[in-house]
């Protein structure tokens, strides 16, 4: 049924279809919408059977879905930022135990300084915590990714993160195709979890393991993500089948077929880079896109297929590893070692910052001609920055850089900027 609805009740509405029987969560913007609204319908009585548990951390919601998933109940948390951090110990826990939870990440910028804006820092800095990752470009993807991240969760017994761009789609009104129950109970079954907690079988989950056997179990997780390779393209032809959509998988491509530059992104700013490759293939540019939807296990082979017959290509990123660059194109380079490429990071919309068509335009052109660095920061103020490092450089006591920042740009800071 096509409605017009914010994003968060969406998903809502699309985890409720997947019949959780355990819902534990604490609200973190720009998540809480999705939790009051699952809150609201178990309150209800439209979802159930279902157990709604308040907790007092993003820690215990985690704890809760470890404790609720090893009892045998289909489990379902979602958080952010400063959120997904604290409650890392447990999300470490919740994979290495093979665990199938499903959590919805509204992706939101990492502080110190505090900032409750869209890009990608909180769910990559957990790249590499055993989680699969599944980041939606759309609110109709992010329904769609929902449904199928149980299915492949469940099938693996491996826990599933659905990435989605904080407050972009979130808090978004769109119209978006909420499938019905009959829909989703054919495509998803019920919950067989694969490991359980049974005191007329009792077994031990989460016992202590010495080097003699460590390596083998996490060669084992990283075993089921190479699985999830192969699942999560089959259960997206499956969806189509039944939805009639495409929808999920692992890579999406757009105008490649003859791409001289392929420009690579996740999540919501594919909607812009498309609108400016348009642009630019009307004005006789050679210039396509690739979508990257599972950022884990990443799509090593088809990553390669897409970018092999092209010359260059600019990964926009919406994440920043210190010191290096962009995580993305770090993995990228990877995927496409040996080909004759070149290659280049633009970091783009960190803390929510926006991310125009006349920018991406002129990084574009910039890529064509060979004008770009290897790691370019998309509308980053120069003049600010350089006057902060040479205020450090002539001052020792040079005050707190995030503050200086403010009063450099001419907004409210009890700190001065010389």
């Keep these: 049924m096509l409605k017009q609805m914010e994003g968060s009740k969406a998903v809502a509405e699309a985890v409720a279809l997947c019949r959780p029987e355990v819902i534990c969560a604490y609200p973190i913007s720009p998540q809480t919408h999705i939790v009051e609204a699952l809150g609201e319908m178990v309150k209800s009585g439209e979802l159930q059977p279902c157990e709604f548990i308040n907790v007092e951390s993003e820690f215990a919601a985690m704890s ?30 919740a994979s290495g135990l093979g665990l199938p939870i499903v959590m919805t990440v509204a992706n939101r910028a990492i502080g110190a300084p505090i900032n409750i804006w869209n890009d990608h820092s909180d769910s990559i800095s957990q790249r590499d915590s055993g989680w699969m990752q599944l980041f939606a470009e759309t609110n109709q993807e992010a329904v769609d990714l929902h449904i199928q991240a149980f299915k492949l969760a469940e099938e693996l017994s491996m826990p599933v993160m659905v990435c989605m761009d904080g407050f972009i789609l979130t808090h978004a009104f769109e119209r ?38 460590f390596m083998e179990v996490r060669y084992l997780a990283h075993a089921k993500q190479l699985q999830a390779l192969e699942l999560i393209p089959q259960y997206a032809a499956e969806f189509k089948e039944k939805f009639g959509r495409d929808s999920g998988g692992l890579v999406r491509t757009y105008r490649t077929e003859d791409a001289e530059t392929i420009i690579v992104a996740m999540g919501s700013v594919l909607g812009t880079i498309k609108d400016v490759v348009d642009d630019m293939r009307a004005q006789g540019h050679k210039i396509g896109v690739l979508g990257i939807i599972s950022f884990r296990p990443f799509p090593m082979q088809q990553a390669r297929e897409a970018l092999q017959h092209c010359k260059r290509f600019v990964v926009v990123e919406k994440n920043l590893a210190v010191g290096l660059g962009g995580v993305l194109y770090t993995t990228l380079r990877m995927a496409v070692a040996g080909l004759k490429l070149t290659g280049y990071t633009a970091i783009a919309g960190l803390g929510g910052r926006p ?15 060979g004008a770009l660095e290897p790691v370019t920061f998309v509308d ?31 907004m409210s800071s009890s700190a001065k900027f010389g």
């Design 176 to 213: 978006v195709d909420i499938p019905t129950q009959e829909q989703v109970d054919a495509f998803l079954p019920p919950y067989e979890p694969r490991q359980v907690l049974d005191p007329t079988d009792p077994i031990s989950i989460g016992a202590m393991v010495g080097p003699e056997a």
């Design 355 to 369: 991310i125009p068509k006349s920018s991406l335009h002129k990084l574009f052109l910039d890529a064509e001609q």
């Design 380 to 410: 980053l103020d120069w003049d600010v920055v350089n006057r902060q490092l040479e205020r450090e450089k002539q001052n020792r006591h040079s005050g707190p850089i995030a503050e200086n920042i403010l009063h450099a740009k001419g």
């Design 64 to 93: 809760v879905a470890i404790g609720s998933s090893a009892a045998g109940a289909r489990s379902y948390t979602a958080t952010a930022s400063q959120g997904l951090l604290f409650m890392v110990e447990a999300v470490y826990n």
